[in-house]
């Protein structure tokens, strides 16, 4: 379960990226657009340095660079491809609705795993 401040945040921060999503699929006006860029945005630029600092104090710093080469693979992998899956979405159903849903989802299943999942031991780095 979710321990520290950090960890909790980065939680919340996966959560608003899906609220963002979810407010994206269904924004009537440019209002509901702009609440999107400004929930997924912020989310998003939170998580990144909140990941790192739990990462390396999960890990440890010297086991950091290589987690993040391993990472940064499937990234790569998965948004290069995401083009292409939601361009034949699109083509399939007309919209990128399905693809938004799709994303809200993944995100949602990040969200539950990382609340679900067991702390590990504290050790020395």
Known sequence: MVGNIQETLLGIGIVVQVIGVVVLINAPSIGWLLAYI?????????????????????????????????????????????????GWLYDTWGSYTVAFWMCSAVLGLAALGFFLTPQPEQRDM
Do not use: E, K, N, W
């Not at 990144?48 to 710093?61: D, E, K, N, Q, V």
């Not at 080469?69 to 292409?84: D, E, H, M, N, R």
């Open 38 to 86: 400004v929930l997924y945005g912020a989310a998003y630029r939170a998580i990144s340095p909140l990941g790192a600092s739990i990462m390396a104090a999960h890990f440890g710093r010297r086991a950091y660079g290589s987690i993040t080469a391993v990472q940064g693979i499937a990234i790569t992998l998965c948004s290069g491809g995401g083009v292409f899956v939601a």
